[in-house]
């Protein structure tokens, strides 16, 4: 049973406009969720993270928000950028000291 | 500037041959990782380790082996490499800051086995 799912597995965004990346969860005992990027070749590489005591977070271009009554969390990128093209992870921890679950992935893929 | 390694970045083999993917780390951490992922995305944890000598297997079944002697190295063993094998290997590892920060992935090792 899959606790992360990220259910879209490719998005499809012009360079300019926002960029929404979609994840949910199940176990109710998550408490802290990231965001990864990651090239082809490469290794993730950790982006944005949100506590369970907040519901948004933000980083440059780069916002977080966290619904928990939805059990739901989104990536906002603007502007898009080409080099935002990447697969983004979805990641969810329980406590501390517990393993990351990640989500299935999303593609992004911004057009010039 | 990696603060975790992987050594080959690309290894093209022969079936039946036996292989050592590296990993290090120099950030100290004791919790180390080895996940595969093919080109479907998801990423399978396979390996970890918690400290020196603690290994466990992971969710995914693998007929690979780890080994964890010194804190910073995690090697990860196929003693015989199958075509089934082909496959990117990610290692990573967290520390004290892994709540906020998560995992830090090497820049893995793409294995092709022939």
């Known amino acids: 049973d899959q606790q992360v799912k990220q259910n879209s597995p490719s998005l499809s965004v012009q360079e300019g406009r926002i960029s929404i990346l979609n994840c949910d969860y199940t176990?109710?005992?998550?408490?802290?969720f990231l965001w990864y990027k990651k090239y082809p070749a490469e290794g993730p590489t950790f982006l944005i993270s949100i506590s369970s005591i907040k519901d948004k977070n933000e980083d440059g271009r780069f916002t977080v928000f966290l619904n928990k009554s939805a059990k739901h969390l989104s990536l906002h990128i603007v502007p898009s950028q080409p080099g935002d093209s990447a697969v983004y992870f979805c990641a969810a921890s329980a406590r501390a000291g517990n393993m990351l679950t990640f989500g299935g992935g999303t593609r992004l893929m911004v057009k010039p | 500037e990696a603060d975790i390694y992987q050594t080959p970045r690309y290894l093209v083999i022969g079936t039946g041959k036996k292989i050592t993917l590296e990993c290090s780390q120099t950030?100290?951490?004791?919790?180390m990782y080895w996940y595969q992922q093919d080109p479907g995305m998801e990423l399978h944890l396979i390996h970890y380790s918690y400290g020196v000598n603690s290994t466990e297997k992971g969710d995914l079944s693998s007929e690979s082996t780890v080994s964890r002697i010194r804190t910073e190295h995690f090697p990860l063993t196929l003693e015989s490499a199958r075509p089934s094998h082909t496959s990117q290997y990610l290692c990573?590892?967290?520390?004290?800051?892994?709540?906020?920060?998560?995992?830090?992935f090497g820049s893995g090792t793409r294995l092709t086995v022939v």
């Open positions: 176990n109710s005992m998550f408490d802290y």
């Open positions: 990573a590892s967290s520390g004290f800051r892994e709540r906020a920060y998560g995992y830090t």
């Open positions: 950030m100290g951490h004791d919790k």
